[in-house]
């Protein structure tokens, strides 16, 4: 008898099936003596659509809404239906015994699994395969240590219950604007919110009025001291700040107080996916989107980091005893970092990191065993490596430590103070690899209490009170992670919804919002706006993943819900006008047409929503750049074929055939698989005529 085994993805389904010994290679599925591995292509099933209950809410009308069936119904995604008929046929096989899921580690994976499970209607043993990372370790260890199904029954539930709790909200808010504001306007549980606060800090910067103020500085002595007055060194009255600088010209300045205190900085904790998402659009400016597909990558294909979708920082004591060889995988590319590790026993100096309690489903981002080759990665896998390997190097060194100075004069009764630090152990910020000085400076270290030092050089500086920026995407991130907004998986998805539907904008790594937008927050419930609500039902859905709250009582509220939003719509007496109206006129329907921004370009769609007329304003632009302004030049289709042009420089290529190059990683493998034989040459054209034989 054999265990089917359900992987997420084909990519998986191959590195599971290599690691289990499956050999014999078919169409949907591997199969082996023990396991038949197979493989969903993310989701196949999902929730039927109105249509599916009834097919007069093909049309939408604000009269049929709410739509609320009473028992939500699942279907067969239709382009993926020759992969789930595979499946079924699968699990009809006398010599099958069990399934074991293996799809993503995570709520999602589990849902994925589950409704495939549910649709065959699957009524043998369920077991689970739970890891963390997609070593051949990991694996190993992971299927001699399968978990019963049921365990995780409560987190298919809150699974269940977000996806029902999207499905009932959003499609129906979605309707009931749509059709009553004849344009299309997207709302949601977690999207709308998120709209609301980047609109809030909008509001906050047009309300925004400048104020003047100065600041004054004084050399006393060897030192540049600032004016300061109860932690403030703005003045914002001209005549209070041209009596303070009459009174200190020529007089003395008293030391009235030196303070010196050790202080210390903790080494940073391993990251969670919202941290790395906001610390790589910092530093490169990574959409968090990019950044998760650039670790899906590091994760899935190059095994070199561990699950990525994770909400803790903190990791298991049981992976106290794995260090050495994670350390030992880098070692190739930290040789110099990792020296000092070796030198104190590859001890971790953060003990605070290892907390069970912490770790929910999945422990913090950090590598793996896997020998890194880091020739095989390109640019942005680079800097993402980076930013992982660098965080759990510093769970090996000291804390930062350094001794701050405060000295604080009298001048004629005014208060002025001096700063200086001291660094005492560089600790885990040698890894910035920035070298900082011992001492920013030594002159206070001579100073005493009461030594008097003339006053010179006070210096004016007129500024202007600045509003707060508009929110970058690290910004949004910290704002959906304090009100529990979305979960570390959804929120890039949920960030990339708000661009496509044309309510923010993104301006040099900042969100605008757009006209659509600020008229789609004034349209929206109250309710609907509010991060703390929807935050209560992540907050819900967690405790029904934890077995501690009840999913039936979670899917009342909002069906009622439901119905409230929706009936608001209705009666609402707001009024919205469709901001990207043009001049011109659809050529099938005579409504005006709307101009759309899209990835490819400018785009003009009918503003009737029942005519599907849409035509392209801009010429599709390639990912091919001028080479004499950089810049993406556009597409073309000639009698000759494709080629791009560039108008600004007046520059035509024509486009070139595509040959498939071959990667670091592949030319390594066909090294490795045909060098041990001594019949041919060792160069890779020799390798590559070889594989091309065995093909054939």
Known sequence: MKSLVLAEKPSVARELARVLGCSQTHKSYLEGNQYIVTWALGHLIELKMPEHYDTKYKTWNLEDLPIIPSKMGLKVIKQTNHQFRAIENLAKRKDIKDCIIATDAGREGELVARWILEKIQWNKPIKRLWISSQTDKAIKDGFKQLKPGHQYDDLYQSAVCRAEADWLIGLNVTRALTTKYKDPLSAGRVQTPTLSMVLEREQQIQKFVPKEYWTLQADIGPLTADWECNNEKRIFAKDEVDKIVQKIQGAKAVLEKIERKKKSEQQPLPYDLTELQRDANKRYGFSAKKTLNVLQRLYEQYKLVTYPRTDSRYLTTDMASTMADRLQGMASTYKEEIRPIVAGKNQVLAKRVFNNEKVTDHHAIIPTE?????????????????????????????????????????????????????????????????????????????????????????????????????????????????????????????????????????????????????????????????????????????????????????????????????????????????????????????????ERNTKEGKILVCANLECSYRKRKDPKLSNKRCPQCHKKMEMHEGKAGLYFQCRKCNIVEKAEEKKKAVNKREERKLVQKYTQKEDFGTSLGDLLKQALKDQE
């Open 370 to 594: 896997q020998r890194l080759h880091l020739s095989d990665l390109d640019s942005d896998e680079r800097k993402i490596y980076d930013l992982i390997a660098k965080r759990f190097l510093a769970l090996f060194y000291p804390a930062y430590e350094y001794e701050s100075i405060l000295a604080v004069f009298n001048v004629e009764g005014e208060t002025f103070t001096a700063r200086e630090t001291a660094v005492l152990e560089l600790g885990f910020k040698k890894l910035a690899g920035k070298e900082e000085s011992p001492l920013v400076s030594q002159s206070l270290h001579t100073f005493e209490k009461g030594r008097t030092l003339p006053i010179k050089n006070p210096t004016l500086t007129q500024k202007w009170t600045e509003p707060p920026q508009r929110y970058s995407e690290a910004d949004v991130l910290s704002q959906m992670e304090k009100f529990g907004l979305g979960t570390p998986a959804t929120r890039a998805e949920i960030i990339e919804r708000l661009v496509e539907t044309e309510v923010v904008e993104r301006q040099n790594g900042r969100f605008h919002p757009t006209k659509k937008g600020k008229q789609l927050i004034d349209l929206v419930n109250d309710e609907l706006k509010s991060p703390e609500l929807t935050a209560k039902w992540e907050q819900e859905l967690e405790r029904i993943a934890k077995g501690k709250a009840d999913p039936k009582a979670f899917l009342q509220k909002i069906r009622k819900q439901t119905q409230q939003l929706v009936s608001e719509i209705k009666t609402s007496d707001k009024t919205y006008r469709a901001h990207n109206l043009t001049g011109s006129k659809c050529p099938e329907c005579g409504s005006f047409l709307k």
